[in-house]
């Protein structure tokens, strides 16, 4: 065999390796069961029932100019939604419990308020940028992924992929 | 020749599988709370600002590079 070969061998391997590495990342993606909100260690805020409900996840921040600007959509979406069946839990990265209180007093979002104390729900789901919200179906399973928030063309969107997972009805 | 290649491979994915790790490089997103402070923009105070353009323009001559009026001519 020649050492060409062998270079070439070695080079492949590197590469695929590299693929393995950068693929171990935990990101929750599309299709994927997202962790339980029960388990992680959420205060702040009672969690609502969300078994069998169609379920909105925001990660959000006190500090991230984009989270505050999705709180009247997502207070707006929660009035509309809330009786057909549709769960919102806004969870806060923030470090200082005082910033997320002083939020939430802010605000008085009509959604469910949590907070990721030590940051490990946040963690797990490896959020690619702030605010990221995953949209799950009744199932747990992970639907749509709004990555950032663009105002009313987030909010539209939203609103029609609600409109498609409520239809859906109610998994055997 | 194939310890070479081995030791060549072994050295090349450790070097590749470090570069592929995003915790190396990047602050995570939910952990910029300090990065989005007030206090870290640069124009957070004007007079700050001012000071700082004044002695750019008595060291280097020039004036009108943070888009004040100005050509960067020193005629103004």
Redesign the interface.
């Known amino acids: 065999m020649s050492?060409r070969t062998?270079?070439l061998r070695?080079?492949g391997?590197?590469?695929a390796?590299?693929?393995l590495?950068?693929g171990l990342?935990a990101e929750v993606k599309r299709g994927d069961h997202f962790p339980s909100l029960a388990a992680a260690d959420l205060n702040g805020g009672t969690l609502p029932d969300t078994a069998g409900k169609v379920v909105l996840v925001d990660?959000w921040?006190s500090?991230?100019a984009p989270c505050k600007a999705s709180f009247p959509a997502y207070a707006r979406i929660q009035t509309d939604y809330a009786a057909k069946g549709v769960v919102i839990v806004a969870v806060s990265?923030?470090?200082k419990a005082a910033?997320f209180a002083a939020f939430v007093r802010k605000w008085s979002p009509p959604f469910a308020t949590v907070r990721d104390q030590s940051?490990k729900l946040?963690?797990l789901v490896d959020?690619?940028?702030?605010p990221?919200s995953y949209l799950l179906d009744r199932g747990g399973k992970v639907r749509f992924l709004h990555v950032g928030y663009y105002g009313a063309e987030t909010e539209k969107t939203i609103r029609a992929e609600l409109d498609g997972l409520l239809a859906e009805g109610h998994s055997p | 020749?194939k310890l070479f290649?081995g030791f060549?491979?072994l050295l090349?994915?450790g070097?590749?599988?470090g570069?592929?790790?995003?915790d190396l490089v990047r602050v995570?997103?939910?952990?910029?709370?300090t990065l989005?402070?007030y206090t870290m923009r640069p124009d957070r105070d004007p007079l700050d600002g001012t000071l700082s353009e004044h002695v750019y323009f008595a060291r280097e001559a020039a004036s009108g590079g943070k888009g004040v009026g100005g050509s960067g001519c020193g005629c103004n």
Request: hydrophobic share 55%.
């Open positions: 050492s062998n270079l070695v080079l391997f590197a590469l390796a590299a693929a590495a950068g990342r990660f921040a500090w991230c990265v923030d470090e910033d940051q946040v963690s959020v690619p940028t702030m990221t | 020749m290649f060549l491979g090349a994915v070097l590749s599988g570069c592929a790790s995003q995570k997103p939910w952990q910029r709370a989005a402070d």
